[in-house]
């Protein structure tokens, strides 16, 4: 039952900002741990931000804090990342999870389910 979309990604200059969304169905979104991870060619999965069920707290890694922001719309039952000043090595496939069972955290292997990804590309 559990199904998450990302759309959004694209083509960006550096220094500009795109909105991801993690769409859910078929479960309620604000019940889970969502996070966003990406995957650059030849390197690892890296988590990038998470937000708690109920959003009762986020986290950001080093790399993007203060440049990302997590947000969920509940009505739509939705996450969203904004990504602001965007920076060439923020290049990457963007994907979305969610964690029924754990507490916010940036580690793959924690995570249940995903969605597809979306590309983001920032050109130099």
């Known amino acids: 039952q559990v199904q998450l979309v990302e759309s959004g990604g694209g083509l960006v200059q550096p220094g500009g900002s795109l909105r991801l969304s993690c769409a859910g169905s078929?479960?309620?979104?604000?019940?889970?741990?969502i996070g966003w991870f990406r995957q650059a060619p030849g390197k690892e999965r890296e988590g990038i931000s998470c937000t708690s069920s109920s959003d009762v707290s986020t986290y950001y890694a080093d790399s993007v804090n203060g440049r990302f922001i997590i947000s969920r719309d509940n009505a739509k039952n939705t996450v969203y990342l904004q990504m602001n000043s965007l920076k060439p090595e923020d290049t990457a496939v963007y994907y979305c999870?969610?964690?029924?069972?754990?507490?916010?955290?940036?580690?793959?292997?924690?995570?249940?389910?995903w969605g597809q990804g979306t590309q983001v590309t920032v050109s130099s």
């Open positions: 999870a969610a964690d029924l069972r754990g507490r916010c955290n940036l580690y793959p292997g924690e995570y249940d389910y």
């Open positions: 078929g479960f309620t979104l604000d019940y889970y741990v």
